[in-house]
């Protein structure tokens, strides 16, 4: 399923075309990771500007999501990849194993990606 995403006003970002990976559920397999992550390959090289991969079927999340999760991020290669859907106990799973940002969230006391923490006057270049 691909959806249309802008805001639409003025000076808005152009149209992205998101495209939807569904994983299985109650849990993907090991098995399952292989071919999906061949499925996100194939969507980004058939035109995918974006893909959403949505974890609310997935009622039973232990490491074998955690893993194919973190292989489909390996695999999006830098490309925008947002997962959708995940339950709080994926979220405190994968918090738990330190892999809450699969979920583009901060981990606590993280600052969220892109940010820059404060710079005082004294510090050293980096």
């Known amino acids: 399923?691909?959806?249309?995403m802008s805001s639409g006003g003025p000076g808005s970002h152009?149209?992205?075309?998101?495209?939807r990976l569904v994983l299985p559920g109650p849990a993907p397999t090991r098995r399952d990771a292989a071919l999906l992550c061949a499925?996100?390959?194939?969507?980004?090289?058939?035109?995918?500007?974006?893909?959403?991969?949505?974890v609310g079927a997935v009622?039973?999340?232990d490491l074998a999501l955690v893993e194919a999760l973190?292989?489909?991020?390996l695999a999006a290669r830098g490309r925008p990849l947002r997962v959708v859907g995940a339950?709080?106990?994926l979220r405190a799973l994968l918090g738990l194993v330190g892999l809450l940002?699969?979920?583009g969230e901060a981990e606590e006391g993280e600052p969220a990606g892109g940010v820059q923490e404060?710079?005082?006057?004294?510090d050293p270049p980096v």
């Open 1 to 4: 399923m691909t959806l249309p």
């Open 14 to 19: 152009p149209c992205v075309e998101i495209t």
């Open 39 to 54: 499925r996100l390959t194939q969507l980004y090289e058939d035109g995918a500007d974006a893909v959403e991969c949505d």
């Open 59 to 61: 009622t039973a999340p």
């Open 70 to 73: 973190a292989r489909l991020r």
């Open 87 to 89: 339950s709080p106990a």
């Open 101 to 103: 940002q699969l979920l």
């Open 118 to 122: 404060g710079v005082q006057s004294g």
